[in-house]
């Protein structure tokens, strides 16, 4: 349909522009299909052009007065800034102060932190490996990677709290003790009671000290001890007390040596402290054994000598023992202290 007959429609005027581009219409058929893209082409640069020197005009009426473009090329001034950054100036020979450069944080490998810990963990993780080598701190299994991280903080906990023991070194000090204090009964005197008790309490001072030493880890060990079995045995549950007890000898056998040598040490260190104690005991009894016969005038040499008897009793033949009679009376008895007693002052 022609545009006159559109504008006739709707009551428009047509200008003398679209007329002649009406009239023109009916030889655009015969146009080839080169010539109407180029006249396309034509049409959208044109409309672009119109369109750049609206959104320009915008722009420059959008600034306030009193700001000025600044003067030269862009790339040049990108350039400036870039030399400015490194401390070379082009307007000046003047040499800007350079910062030295931040020490970059080299990263974590995987190998030095396999179980991905952090802190004061990964620090206990290093240290433990490297001063006590007998702990295993990871086995390479992902499966048991969560335990280990466990295990790593129990022993920072108690290794860090508590010292580590030699107990081979602590079991010949404690066998070096003489528990052998029996006094002969050829010749005793309180001067040899009293040495023997003086080195049996030399002795169970240095005991006390090494039990001390002892019971204040023994404990922490023990509980330690029990809840990470406790969360090995949760993490992988196994029937039968065999295959549990495997686990414990796959992933705890080190710490599981070092407390039952802790174990073992402890109650032979008491049985040594028993036998020292008994003999401080009989050591006593026989020195104040002692004290009481001095003071009744007895020598060690008149106390244990056997007794003398001139003649001996004894029964000939045919000699008639009598019954004894039951008394019908009433027997007089007298309290009266006696020779040895008044001798104590008792």
């Not at 023109?24 to 034509?42: K, N, P, V, W």
């Not at 600034?63 to 800034?81: L, M, R």
């Not at 702990?135 to 991280?149: H, I, Q, V």
Request: negative net charge.
């Amino acid at each position: 349909m022609k545009a006159e007959k559109m504008a006739g429609l709707f009551d428009i005027e047509l200008g003398e522009n679209l007329k002649e581009k009406n009239e023109g219409s009916e030889d655009a058929s015969l146009r080839s299909f080169d010539d109407r893209c180029e006249d396309i082409t034509a049409t959208m640069e044109t409309e672009k052009d119109s369109e750049t020197q609206v959104i320009e005009k915008a722009v420059i009426e959008s600034k306030p007065e009193g700001e000025s473009e600044i003067p030269g090329d862009v790339d040049k001034v990108e350039a400036d800034i870039l030399q400015f950054e490194k401390g070379i100036s082009e307007s000046s020979p003047v040499v800007a102060e350079q910062t030295p450069p931040k020490e970059a944080e080299q990263p974590v490998k995987e190998a030095d932190n396999p179980l991905g810990l952090e802190g004061q963990d990964l620090l206990a993780y290093h240290e433990i490996k490297k001063k006590f080598p007998q702990f295993n701190l990871y086995d390479g299994s992902l499966a048991f990677r969560d335990f280990y991280r466990h295990k790593v903080f129990h022993l920072r906990k108690l290794l860090g709290r508590f010292p580590f023991l030699d107990i081979g070194e602590l079991t010949q000090e404690v066998r070096s003790v003489n528990t052998n204090h029996f006094v002969d009964d050829d010749y005793i005197s309180p001067d040899i009671i009293r040495k023997k008790l003086d080195d049996v309490q030399r002795c169970r001072t240095r005991l006390t000290s090494i039990l001390v030493s002892i019971y204040e880890q023994f404990y922490p060990w023990e509980r330690y001890l029990e809840m990470l079995k406790s969360k090995l045995w949760k993490d992988h549950e196994l029937k039968g007390a065999h295959r549990r007890d495997g686990l414990v000898v796959e992933h705890l056998n080190d710490m599981e040596s070092y407390y039952s040598e802790l174990k073992s040490f402890l109650e032979a260190t008491k049985q040594v402290d028993g036998i020292l104690k008994a003999a401080a005991e009989s050591l006593s009894r026989q020195l104040t054994c002692l004290q009481l016969k001095a003071t009744l005038g007895l020598s060690p040499r008149e106390q244990n000598s056997p007794p003398k008897f001139e003649n001996y009793d004894g029964v000939t033949d045919g000699t008639v023992i009598p019954a004894p009679k039951p008394g019908t009376g009433a027997v007089p008895i007298h309290y009266e202290k006696s020779d040895d007693m008044a001798i104590l002052g008792i």
